[in-house]
Every structure is written in C-alpha cells, then in structure tokens.
C-alpha cells in the first residue's frame, strides 16, 4: 500500500514537472511582435529605454505590434524565422506570424524612430490607430 501512494506521488511530482518545463522553458511570439534585441551596457538601448519605453505599450503602435525584449545572446522565442543574427543593439525586429518583416537596426532618436517603425508597419500591412 506504501509503495503504491509513493509510485502515485511520484507520478503526480513528474507530471507537474513536466507541465512547469513546458509552461516555463518555452516563449512564443504573438502573430504580431517586434522584438527589441538589447544586451547590457548599450547605452542606446538605455536611452531608448527612457525616452520610448515607458510609453510604448500605450501608443498605438505598441498596441499594434507588442514589445518583447530579448537578449542579444537570447534565450530567443521558438517558432522565428529572422532574415539573418542581429549584430548591432538595440535592433527592432518586426514578426508578423513567426517571420521578419522587417528591422530597424540602433537608435537616432526619438522622432526617427516612430518614423522607421510606423514604416515597418505599413510595409507588413499592419494597421495602427493612428
């Protein structure tokens, strides 16, 4: 009787585990994203943090293609296919159901960058509530 509430137990201890790996150990895109790709130290990606970050997620823009950040060296999402490995951070990488449509590679600036983006957008048919 023993034995079998530990086999019971043990089962239900794997199962879970199983479950939190795969809950965990996997990130997906959404069908439409656009992955800042950054690494520490970058002093553009901090400025973009300040001067874009907080706002974006409330810009229609942001609501359009929401923002992942991934590391330069990842963990990347499963499921991309990227015309080619960033080399240059920050790097904006617009998905559109798995594949880029399109990248902006560094930051100039503010202004420019809403301009790159929203031209990213419309080039991968991406409406925005503008």
């Given at each position: 009787?023993?034995?079998?509430?530990?086999?019971?137990?043990?089962?239900?201890?794997?199962?879970?585990?199983?479950?939190?790996?795969?809950?965990?150990?996997?990130?997906?895109?959404?069908?439409?994203?656009?992955?800042?790709?950054?690494?520490?130290?970058?002093?553009?990606?901090?400025?973009?943090?300040?001067?874009?970050?907080?706002?974006?997620?409330?810009?229609?823009?942001?609501?359009?293609?929401?923002?992942?950040?991934?590391?330069?060296?990842?963990?990347?999402?499963?499921?991309?296919?990227?015309?080619?490995?960033?080399?240059?951070?920050?790097?904006?990488?617009?998905?559109?159901?798995?594949?880029?449509?399109?990248?902006?590679?560094?930051?100039?600036?503010?202004?420019q960058f809403?301009?790159?983006?929203?031209?990213?957008?419309?080039?991968?048919?991406?409406?925005?509530?503008?």
């Amino acid at each position: 009787m023993m034995r079998l509430q530990i086999l019971s137990l043990l089962a239900t201890l794997i199962a879970s585990s199983v479950g939190l790996a795969v809950l965990a150990g996997t990130s997906q895109v959404a069908p439409v994203q656009l992955l800042m790709v950054r690494q520490e130290g970058c002093l553009y990606c901090a400025q973009w943090e300040r001067e874009i970050g907080p706002d974006y997620g409330s810009r229609a823009e942001g609501v359009a293609a929401p923002l992942m950040r991934v590391h330069l060296r990842g963990p990347w999402p499963d499921g991309l296919a990227l015309d080619s490995n960033p080399g240059v951070t920050p790097t904006f990488i617009l998905i559109r159901d798995g594949l880029e449509t399109g990248r902006i590679e560094g930051y100039a600036g503010e202004a420019q960058f809403w301009d790159q983006l929203n031209t990213l957008l419309d080039r991968a048919g991406i409406a925005t509530a503008r």
